[in-house]
């Protein structure tokens, strides 16, 4: 059974800093390209970033990233421990949210079949 | 940048047919996914590559994608299916896209 576990939220000052990590099992994590996607209060799911797998090359862990948080947040993820992070800095008021941690369907698909239940990040002095 | 368009809310009765439409630029050429989205839950994944359903999604759920709009469809509508409803899809500029949901109320 495929789970993904998010954990790291909490109140942050703007301007902090947290990171975020999602403990995952359940399937072959260095496989799979991973995300993260978050929601704001009384708002819809917004992309943030992407992660991609392993390659049959050996290659992998290229970056993807929203506008909205680019050169904030750093995505990454540990194959050895089948963990994904986000590092964000600079918060603002606008990144609180709801941020889940998402599994790729696989290369090639670009949708997300599996969820976490998501961290809460509240950024406010 | 790519954009997808939903309409904010749909109200339908138990038992109707319920259509959600998603729009954007020549959409039809991609690949559109539809998540379920219920409060305090994750989301879930109704529809994928346009109109297949994973397992233990019932058969009320179908969907199509042509030309702009891509549209989710809840057949014999319960009131379980109540929920946010948001489509998907990725552009070529490596980014995913989330429609800005539809608030389905049954």
């Known amino acids: 059974e495929v789970q993904l576990l ?15 990590s999602c403990a ?26 992407t992660i991609s797998g392993r390659t049959l090359s050996g290659g992998g862990g290229t970056t993807y990233y929203a506008d909205s948080v680019k050169g904030r947040f750093t995505i990454s993820r540990d194959n050895s421990k089948s963990t994904l992070y986000l590092q964000i800095n600079s918060l603002r008021a606008d990144d609180t949210a709801v941020y889940f941690c998402a599994k ?6 670009y949708y997300f079949n ?12 | 940048s790519f954009k997808l368009t939903q309409p904010p809310s749909l109200s339908v009765s138990p038992g109707q047919t319920a259509s959600i439409t998603c729009s954007g630029d020549r959409l039809g050429d991609k ?6 989205l219920k409060p305090g839950q994750s989301p ?15 058969e009320r759920f179908s969907a199509s994608n042509s030309g702009n709009t891509a549209t989710l469809t809840i ?20 980014t995913w896209v989330f429609g800005g949901g539809t608030r389905l109320t049954v």
Do not use: H
């Open chain 1, 104 to 109: 790729d369907a696989g290369a090639g698909y």
């Open chain 2, 44 to 58: 879930v994944l109704v529809i994928y590559e346009d109109y297949k359903r994973p397992s233990g999604i019932p």
């Open chain 1, 24 to 49: 995952a099992s359940g399937f072959p994590f260095s496989n799979f390209a991973m995300a993260w996607v978050r929601q704001a209060p009384g708002k819809g799911l917004e992309w943030v970033s």
């Open chain 1, 6 to 20: 998010e954990s790291g939220g909490g109140l942050v000052q703007p301007g902090g800093s947290l990171r975020l």
């Open chain 1, 114 to 125: 599996y969820w976490g239940r998501g961290t809460l990040v509240t950024v406010s002095s």
């Open chain 2, 31 to 36: 690949y559109s996914s539809w998540y379920q």
């Open chain 2, 75 to 94: 057949s014999g509508t319960q009131t379980l299916d109540e929920a946010d409803y948001y489509c998907q899809s990725w552009d070529s500029s490596a």
